[in-house]
């Protein structure tokens, strides 16, 4: 599919409204422009919200919270559904439009897209099972439960690297969960945002529920700090950096709303000398140089026992050398562009210091020619106290550090201030249990004999640390979006009062 006609198959006009509240504004505040990664041409413009729009769409969410908060769950699952469904006639060109704002490759794109179907899927099963507990009351007659009940109208901050897939987590199943909200896109990306929007406003217009799911794409000012201090907001989740995340959190917090934080990673995959390395590299490469080290649980450090270090490091080199680099949207490419050139200049900037602290270039580490903001996937053989390895670069640089035990391996893991995923390849019992133990990894995300990226829905995502601690997608994630309400019913004729307390 040609890039014209992906938009014109998802309804994207070449200039397009930022604000939708209930229904398309105008669109008021500044046009951006999105930048195709792989040519640098402009695909469209948003023309972004304003502060008053940004309003009209708190209060369409209020509005609309009103009335969603009272239809049956399972109701609220049929109009999820339907989203889920429209989402399967357009995965081809969502997808495609992803990997042109984004520069993933097309799989990855449509993958994506994938993850919003399946999410959807989810959502609907879940809303036949917003479960509360039956509690036993020590007073006589009196029966006790809990129940969980929506929470009003949520801000959702998405990241560039996942512009549709992050929306789908906590809007798909706020939905379900009776929330209305209100979407703030990375001004990377906003197209897809708009894409989705329109598949959306197809779903539920005449529904009377139109303004469940609202947009607002815009900056910090005039967008995203209003939303951060809004109080007609009681959840902000924001996808982001670190230090995003630590102005959102304290923001928040100042109003006694909750965050919900999915920030940095700084992940590592552990290889012991039992480990099969026609595992280990394939789940390697994938993790590191896919979306060109551009996710959050992309590999950061590969932790090798010094027993295969040298087998699998040649193995790598020689797997590096054959990655094709180019265009996403074309066949047979493995590794699109990076986001921008800050993205690459970044990464640059990063393998020099790695150099300067001690690093070995193995693979990569060039800038490609030409058009596009290209970069090779770089493997740099380092010292597990360099400095650098502490931070997270978010690009395809990967640090190969050297250890002797399982139990070094674990501590250097362990000894960043992130803690989002983590990975160890072994054929032993011992090494796998150690690593999943309370001594283990101290991540929220821990694998065996898998990769660090490519989480499945059904599990709640999310980290420790500076990762933010939130939880996203599957498990009881979705109790983030609803408010706890313990509930006492007495059907005696007497007030009996708990802990045996005699008021006479």
Not at 93 to 107: C, D, F, N, Q, Y
Not at 173 to 191: E, F, Q, R
Not at 478 to 488: F, G, N
């Given at each position: 599919?040609?890039?014209?006609?992906?938009?014109?198959?998802?309804?994207?006009?070449?200039?397009?409204?930022?604000?939708?509240?209930?229904?398309?504004?105008?669109?008021?505040?500044?046009?951006?422009?999105?930048?195709?990664?792989?040519?640098?041409?402009?695909?469209?413009?948003?023309?972004?919200?304003?502060?008053?729009?940004?309003?009209?769409?708190?209060?369409?969410?209020?509005?609309?919270?009103?009335?969603?908060r009272?239809?049956?769950?399972?109701?609220?699952?049929?109009?999820?559904r339907?989203?889920?469904?429209?989402?399967?006639?357009?995965?081809?060109?969502?997808?495609?439009?992803?990997?042109?704002?984004?520069?993933?490759?097309?799989?990855?794109?449509?993958?994506?897209?994938?993850?919003?179907?399946?999410?959807?899927?989810?959502?609907?099963?879940?809303s036949?099972?917003?479960?509360?507990?039956?509690?036993?009351?020590?007073?006589?007659?009196?029966?006790?439960?809990?129940?969980w009940?929506?929470?009003?109208?949520?801000?959702?901050?998405?990241a560039?690297?996942?512009?549709?897939?992050?929306?789908?987590?906590?809007?798909?199943?706020?939905?379900?969960?009776?929330?209305?909200?209100?979407?703030?896109?990375?001004?990377?990306?906003p197209?897809?945002?708009?894409?989705?929007?329109?598949?959306?406003?197809d779903?539920?217009?005449?529904?009377?529920?139109?303004?469940?799911?609202?947009?607002?794409v815009?900056?910090?000012?005039?967008?995203?700090?209003?939303?951060?201090?809004?109080?007609?907001?009681?959840?902000?989740?924001?996808?982001?950096?670190?230090?995003?995340?630590?102005?959102?959190?304290?923001?928040?917090?100042?109003?006694?709303?909750?965050?919900?934080?999915?920030?940095?990673?700084?992940?590592a995959?552990?290889?012991?000398?039992?480990?099969?390395?026609?595992?280990?590299?394939?789940?390697?490469?994938?993790?590191?140089?896919?979306?060109?080290?551009?996710?959050?649980?992309?590999?950061?450090r590969?932790?090798?026992?010094?027993?295969?270090?040298d087998?699998?490091?040649?193995?790598?080199?020689?797997?590096?050398?054959q990655?094709?680099?180019?265009?996403?949207?074309?066949?047979?490419?493995?590794?699109?562009?990076?986001?921008?050139?800050?993205?690459?200049?970044?990464?640059?900037?990063?393998?020099?210091?790695?150099?300067?602290?001690?690093g070995?270039?193995?693979?990569?580490?060039?800038?490609?020619?030409?058009?596009?903001?290209?970069?090779?996937?770089?493997?740099?053989k380092?010292?597990a106290?360099?400095?650098?390895?502490?931070?997270?670069?978010?690009?395809?640089i990967?640090?190969?550090i050297?250890?002797?035990?399982v139990?070094?391996?674990?501590?250097?893991?362990?000894?960043?201030?992130?803690?989002?995923?983590?990975?160890?390849?072994?054929?032993?019992?011992?090494?796998?249990e150690?690593?999943?133990?309370?001594?283990?990894?101290?991540?929220?995300?821990?694998?065996?004999?898998?990769?660090?990226?490519?989480?499945?829905?059904?599990?709640?995502?999310?980290?420790?640390?500076?990762?933010?601690?939130?939880?996203?997608?599957?498990?009881?994630?979705?109790?983030?979006?609803?408010?706890?309400?313990?509930?006492?019913?007495?059907?005696?004729?007497?007030?009996?009062?708990?802990q045996?307390?005699?008021?006479?």
């Amino acid at each position: 599919m040609k890039r014209d006609a992906v938009l014109a198959a998802l309804g994207v006009e070449a200039e397009s409204s930022g604000a939708y509240a209930g229904g398309w504004l105008a669109g008021s505040g500044s046009i951006i422009s999105s930048i195709d990664p792989t040519t640098e041409d402009v695909i469209g413009t948003v023309r972004q919200a304003d502060a008053a729009e940004y309003d009209q769409a708190v209060v369409a969410a209020q509005v609309a919270f009103a009335k969603w908060r009272m239809v049956p769950a399972p109701e609220r699952g049929n109009y999820v559904r339907l989203i889920g469904n429209a989402l399967r006639e357009y995965k081809v060109p969502l997808g495609a439009l992803v990997s042109m704002e984004t520069g993933k490759i097309r799989a990855e794109g449509e993958g994506e897209v994938q993850e919003m179907i399946d999410i959807a899927d989810f959502a609907v099963g879940l809303s036949r099972q917003l479960y509360g507990l039956t509690i036993a009351s020590e007073r006589p007659r009196h029966r006790m439960y809990e129940q969980w009940q929506p929470l009003g109208p949520i801000g959702i901050i998405s990241a560039f690297n996942f512009p549709v897939a992050v929306w789908s987590w906590n809007g798909l199943l706020a939905a379900v969960c009776g929330d209305s909200m209100i979407w703030k896109p990375s001004p990377v990306a906003p197209l897809s945002a708009v894409a989705v929007t329109n598949i959306v406003h197809d779903v539920m217009d005449g529904s009377g529920f139109e303004g469940v799911f609202n947009l607002t794409v815009g900056d910090v000012d005039p967008i995203g700090a209003a939303m951060v201090a809004d109080e007609r907001l009681p959840l902000i989740s924001a996808t982001g950096s670190v230090r995003m995340g630590r102005q959102i959190g304290t923001e928040v917090a100042k109003r006694l709303g909750r965050s919900l934080l999915e920030l940095g990673g700084n992940n590592a995959l552990i290889v012991m000398a039992d480990a099969d390395l026609d595992l280990v590299v394939p789940a390697t490469l994938f993790a590191a140089a896919g979306t060109t080290g551009q996710r959050c649980t992309s590999l950061r450090r590969l932790i090798v026992h010094t027993d295969v270090i040298d087998e699998l490091t040649d193995r790598l080199v020689a797997s590096y050398e054959q990655i094709n680099i180019g265009d996403p949207l074309e066949e047979g490419t493995l590794i699109g562009p990076m986001v921008s050139q800050a993205a690459v200049d970044t990464t640059k900037v990063a393998l020099e210091i790695a150099i300067e602290q001690g690093g070995e270039l193995l693979a990569g580490g060039n800038e490609k020619d030409g058009t596009g903001f290209f970069f090779e996937p770089t493997l740099v053989k380092i010292a597990a106290d360099a400095p650098i390895v502490q931070t997270e670069t978010f690009g395809p640089i990967m640090y190969l550090i050297e250890v002797s035990s399982v139990e070094e391996a674990i501590g250097i893991q362990n000894d960043v201030p992130q803690g989002l995923s983590s990975a160890i390849f072994t054929d032993s019992i011992r090494n796998s249990e150690l690593f999943l133990s309370p001594e283990g990894s101290d991540c929220g995300i821990a694998n065996v004999n898998i990769g660090t990226s490519g989480a499945e829905i059904g599990g709640a995502f999310g980290g420790e640390k500076e990762t933010g601690g939130g939880r996203e997608s599957g498990s009881d994630a979705w109790k983030a979006y609803m408010r706890r309400q313990t509930v006492t019913v007495n059907w005696s004729k007497d007030l009996p009062l708990s802990q045996g307390i005699d008021f006479g």
